[in-house]
């Protein structure tokens, strides 16, 4: 199998075309030689993968934290995915993916009436932590008013006492 190499070499321009302060090049056809550099022990591809695998792995535990179990789920297949594509044919199953979708992956295999019912679960109790805090933050909310309150009350007192004694 013959291969060219095509080759722009201004440099090898007449003088006289040179001179005249043309930029035209010459096309030079070369066969093409051996590889001067050794091969990488990965080939790219692979790098590649296993840095997308890795970015989408962070992004799995992101979403899961932020967004809930069903988000990471779709996540992870997209993870998956992304990570057999690059591989190329014939690398075999994605790595780390369940044989089974996305919400069985997050709520465990069987059932699919059951690991929605138990995402759902998931989800209230989410919910009524969601819930717990904000009212927590709404009673420090009116203790901080009430005392702010009371100290303006007590501001407002003490100062119309100095104003009543230098008048």
Do not use: C, W, Y
Request: proline letters at 7%; hydrophobic letters at 45%.
């Amino acid at each position: 199998m013959s291969h060219l190499n095509l080759n722009l070499n201004p440099m090898s321009e007449p003088p006289a075309r040179a001179a005249a302060g043309g930029t035209e090049s010459r096309l030079e056809i070369d066969a093409t030689r051996a590889r001067q550099t050794e091969r990488p022990a990965a080939p790219f591809r692979s790098v590649l993968a296993g840095g997308v695998s890795l970015l989408m792995s962070g992004a799995e535990v992101a979403t899961h934290v932020v967004g809930g179990p069903i988000l990471a789920a779709a996540v992870h297949d997209a993870r998956a995915g992304a990570a057999h594509a690059l591989a190329g044919p014939g690398a075999g199953p994605p790595t780390g993916a369940a044989p089974t979708g996305g919400l069985a992956a997050a709520a465990g295999a069987g059932n699919p009436a059951t690991n929605m019912d138990a995402l759902m679960q998931e989800g209230q109790m989410s919910n009524l932590q969601l819930l717990a805090l904000q009212q927590q933050i709404q009673q420090e909310n009116q203790r901080f008013t009430t005392v702010s309150n009371v100290m303006r009350a007590k501001h407002d007192t003490a100062k119309a006492a100095v104003s009543n004694i230098r008048a």
